[in-house]
RNA sequence: GGUCGGAUGGCCGAGAGGCUAGGCACGGGUCUGCAAAACCCUCUACACCGGUUCGAAUCCGGUUCCGACCUCCA
C-alpha cells in the first residue's frame, strides 16, 4: 500500500504523511462558532475531514479527531466597541449567551449527524478552557511575545517577527502588513493601545456591557480571537501534534496567530501539516453569513428557500461535497445539486444488486486493479472526485454482470462486495436514506400492488392504470420493474 | 492597492506535455400492454493572443474576465 500524500498549506507542497508516533495520529479542526444556524458552507469542512478521519482509520491509525466548539471570544466588528458576538446576539434575543451557544451546537450537531459525519473523540468548548487560555497567555507574556495594556493583553508581531517568521503560513510579509497598503477601510477598535496596528488580542478587557467575561490577572475580560485554539490543541493534542485542518478563510489571521501564539509559548509548531479546504459558492460568490447568501442546512431538507427548486436530502448535499476536490471552490446550483442526487441514487442501488449477482466459473473481471486505483485516489491528497468516478465504472461492472454482458466468480464477488462497502458506506461515510415510510403503509401498498397486478394480468388495464395515475397524483409512483413493483414518494 | 488562486463540452466537475475521468442532461437501444423507472451504449471540451516543443488544454510570456485573503467567517 502507498502512503498518503496531503497537500501542506504551510510549506505549500504535496507533502507524505508521516505520524509523529506511529500508529497514533493526532487531528484539530476548527469547528464553528455557534451564534447561527449552520449553512451549507458550514458542512464542507465536517465533510472533507471526516474523510480523512474515516480514511485514517482505514490505514489503522488510532486516531484523536478534536473539534472545537467557540462559544466565546470572537469580536463583533460593527464597530461597537468590540462586543463578543454571542453576548451581542444574547441581547437581542434577551436570551443567555450560553443558551444561544446551546441551541447552537445542538443545531451544528444536527447537521453532523444527518450527514453521517463520525463524532470527534473530542470536542471542546472555547468556554470551558479560559483557565488553559489564561495560562497560556501568561506564558507569551513571560517569554516577552506580548504586553498588556488597560487590562488587554496583545500579542506582539514586530518582537516576534524579530526572530520567527510571521506570515509564513499565510505567505505575507510582516513589513507590507505594517505598511497597511491600500488597507484603510477600517479602524480596528483598540488600535490605539496596540504597539503596532498588526498586533492582535489575547485578552480584551471587558466593559460592563459585556455579558460573558471572566476573571483573570488583568481583570475582567474575555479571551481573543485565537487562543482557544491554541490552548486546546496542546491540552489535547500536544505542543506539536500531526494535522490541523480548517476553512481557507481561517488562514489569515487565525491560523497565522494560532501558529505565532504556540510558538511564542512553546517555541514549537503546533502542527506538522496544515489542511485547508476551499469555499462553496453561491453564483460565484463565497457563501458567509456577512454576504447574506447563505443557505441553511435545514432549508435544503425543506426545500424552504428561494434559491432551492426542490428539497435536498443530507445524503445529496453530502455527495455533492465529495464530488469536488476539497481544494477548489464548489458553487452551488439546483442543476448541479439534482445531478448528485440522480447520480447518488444510481450508486447505492447498486448495492441491492450486488446482492442478486450470478456467480459464475470465471471473472472476466479486474477487481484488483479497481481496488487499487480507488485506494490511491483517496491517498492523492483525498481525491474524492476521482474515487467517485472509479466507483461508477464499479456500478457499470455490477450492473454490467446483473445483466449478464460480464460475469463473476466467487471470490472475486468477495473482493467485488467488500470494496463498495468500504469504499462507499465506511470510508466516504454515504448511507441509505431511511424509508420514509411505516409498516402500516407498506402493508397498504402491498396491497394495492397485489390488486394493480391482478388487473393487469386480466388484461384490465383501465384499472390498472387508474391506480397508478391516482397514486401520482398524491405523489407515490409506481415502477414496474422485473422483480415486482416497487414505489417511492 | 497588496498577496494568492481560477477560467475545461448544455450543466457540475477531475486530470494534466502525447494514452484525452466521472456524474447529470441530450441522443440511440434493451425491457414493458402503455408509460415511467431501471439498465446498456453514445456524445472529444479545455477563455483569448503569441512562444517553446515532433507534439500543449497541460509549460512560458502577454491580454481579458472572475474569485479569495488582507476585517468576524467553514
Known amino acids: 500500500m502507498k502512503d498518503l500524500k496531503i497537500f501542506d498549506t504551510y510549506s505549500k507542497s504535496l507533502a507524505s504523511f508521516k505520524p509523529i508516533s506511529a500508529p497514533f495520529v493526532g487531528i484539530y479542526v476548527c469547528g464553528p462558532t455557534v451564534y447561527g444556524n449552520p449553512h451549507l458552507g458550514h458542512a464542507r469542512g465536517p465533510i472533507v475531514f471526516d474523510v480523512l478521519h474515516r480514511f485514517l482509520k482505514f490505514c489503522g491509525y488510532k486516531v484523536r479527531f478534536v473539534r472545537n466548539i467557540t462559544d466565546v471570544g470572537h469580536l463583533v466588528n460593527d464597530g461597537d466597541e468590540g462586543e463578543d458576538k454571542i453576548a451581542k446576539k444574547a ?3 434577551q436570551l443567555e449567551p450560553m443558551e444561544i451557544a446551546q441551541f447552537y451546537t445542538d443545531s451544528y450537531h444536527k447537521m453532523l449527524n444527518s450527514l453521517n459525519v463520525l463524532p470527534a473523540s473530542i470536542e471542546p468548548r472555547a468556554s470551558g478552557h479560559i483557565i488553559e487560555q489564561i495560562e497560556m497567555i501568561e506564558t507569551i507574556i513571560q517569554n516577552g511575545f506580548a504586553y498588556e495594556v488597560n487590562g488587554s493583553v496583545y500579542f506582539d508581531v514586530i518582537k516576534f517577527s524579530q526572530t520567527n517568521d510571521y506570515g509564513r503560513l499565510s505567505g505575507r510579509i510582516v513589513e507590507d502588513l505594517l505598511a497597511g497598503a491600500g488597507n484603510e477601510t477600517r479602524e480596528l477598535e483598540g488600535q490605539s493601545e ?13 466593559g460592563p456591557e459585556h455579558i460573558m467575561q471572566w476573571s483573570s490577572p488583568w481583570g475582567k475580560g474575555f479571551p481573543g480571537w485565537h487562543i482557544e485554539c491554541s490552548a486546546m490543541s496542546k491540552k489535547y493534542l500536544g505542543e506539536t501534534f500531526d494535522i490541523h485542518g480548517g476553512g481557507l478563510d481561517l488562514l489569515f489571521p487565525h491560523h497565522e496567530s494560532e501558529i505565532a501564539q504556540s510558538v511564542a509559548c512553546s517555541s514549537a509548531q503546533p502542527a506538522r501539516y496544515w489542511m485547508h479546504h476551499n469555499m462553496i459558492t453561491v453564483n460565484g460568490q463565497k457563501m458567509a453569513k456577512s454576504l447574506n447568501n447563505g443557505i441553511a442546512i435545514d ?51 447498486a448495492s441491492d444488486t450486488i446482492k442478486q449477482l450470478k456467480i459464475s466459473a470465471l471473472s472476466t473481471i479486474d477487481i484488483d486493479s479497481l481496488e487499487t486505483k480507488c485506494f490511491e485516489a483517496l491517498a492523492d491528497d483525498l481525491n474524492t472526485p476521482i474515487l467517485i468516478a472509479h466507483l461508477f465504472e464499479l456500478v457499470t461492472l455490477i450492473n454490467n454482470i446483473d445483466n449478464g454482458t ?33 409498516e402500516k403503509l407498506e402493508g397498504v401498498m402491498k396491497l394495492v400492488i397485489e390488486l394493480r397486478k391482478q388487473a393487469k394480468e386480466s388484461k384490465n388495464y383501465a384499472v390498472s392504470d387508474a391506480i397508478r395515475n391516482q397514486l401520482a397524483e398524491i405523489g407515490i409512483e409506481l415502477k414496474d420493474g422485473k422483480e415486482g413493483t416497487t414505489f417511492t414518494f
Open 91 to 93: 441581547k437581542i434575543e
Open 194 to 206: 496596540k504597539r503596532s496596528p498588526n498586533d492582535f488580542a489575547l485578552w480584551k478587557k471587558a
Open 299 to 349: 432549508e435544503f431538507f425543506s426545500g424552504n428557500n428561494a434559491l432551492l427548486e426542490q428539497a435536498y436530502s443530507p445524503m445529496t448535499l453530502k455527495f455533492f461535497v465529495l464530488q469536488a476536490h476539497y481544494r477548489g471552490t464548489l458553487d452551488f446550483s439546483n442543476q448541479a445539486l439534482q445531478a448528485s442526487e440522480k447520480g447518488l441514487n444510481r450508486l447505492l442501488a
Open 406 to 438: 460480464q460475469s463473476i466468480n466467487n471470490e472475486d464477488y468477495i473482493k467485488l462486495e467488500s470494496l463498495y462497502n468500504s469504499y462507499v458506506f465506511d470510508l466516504l461515510g454515504l448511507q441509505k436514506e431511511a424509508s420514509q415510510g411505516n
